[in-house]
């Protein structure tokens, strides 16, 4: 069965340094992986998504998560955080069926001046 | 484009009376839909996802329904709300032949007291 570990459920930054949010994921499968970020009281947006292509995958707003098999991961990383970055980030796999997506608890991103 | 749309946004209604949350699509055809549940700190909860018009897959067993009378047009509906059906709704879409990747509405806040 798939699922998806999130590493931290809060991580602090601040402005200009790298950012680091963790993400292990078990599936049976070749994964389909994504990162999306919510923004307070808003739906979700896609940043990324990995589909057996690159295994460095670049997404929207400067973030990139690179796939590593071995590892069973798939971090999201930016070089230098910005304080509209500050929001909550979820990674997910998709089902062996294909059908849904297998969320993480989510990460709540702070950005300190 | 494809657009996805909620309403109403903000809801309070007091525990036992009825509920009826809709979610339409535009710019899509046949796509799969999906209703998630965020209570605070417990991430995306899949309720029901519907994969063509009358059919419907409960993920959990609770006291929600959801019903699909048109293509692009997915309702979550519930006889007698219960305080633990607080929370915020969001309802997604994807293509069938997209691989995953979900688009999410902007969400319903419910409040019941």
């Known amino acids: 069965a798939q699922s998806v570990t999130q590493l931290g459920s809060h991580v602090s930054v601040s402005e200009g340094a790298l950012v680091l949010l963790r993400c292990n994921y078990s599936?049976?499968?070749?994964?389909?992986l994504f990162w999306y970020v919510q923004y307070p009281n808003q739906g979700l947006q896609l940043l990324l998504k990995?589909?057996?292509?690159?295994?460095l995958v670049k997404g929207i707003n400067g973030f990139e998560a690179e796939f590593k098999k071995s590892e069973t991961s798939f971090h999201l990383t930016k070089p230098s955080a910005h304080m509209s970055d500050a929001a909550e980030y979820f990674c997910a796999v998709r089902n062996q069926a294909g059908t849904a997506l297998i969320f993480g608890k989510g990460t709540t991103l702070s950005v300190s001046s | 484009s494809q657009t996805i749309h909620q309403w109403p946004a903000t809801l309070v209604q007091p525990v036992g009376s009825p509920l009826s949350l809709e979610c339409t699509v535009e710019g899509t055809s046949n796509p799969n839909l999906y209703w998630y549940r965020q209570a605070a700190g417990r991430g995306l909860q899949l309720l029901f996802y519907?994969?063509?018009?009358?059919?419907i897959s409960s993920e959990v067993p609770q006291n929600l329904s959801a019903s699909r009378p048109q293509d692009r047009q997915f309702i979550l509906s519930s006889k007698k709300l219960l305080l633990s059906d607080s929370g915020f709704y969001l309802c997604?879409?994807?293509?069938?032949?997209?691989?995953?990747?979900?688009?999410f509405g902007p969400g319903t806040r419910l409040t019941v007291t």
């Open positions: 997604a879409w994807r293509e069938f032949s997209m691989r995953g990747e979900q688009y």
């Open positions: 599936s049976s499968v070749p994964p389909y």
């Open positions: 990995y589909t057996s292509a690159a295994t």
């Open positions: 519907s994969v063509g018009i009358g059919q």
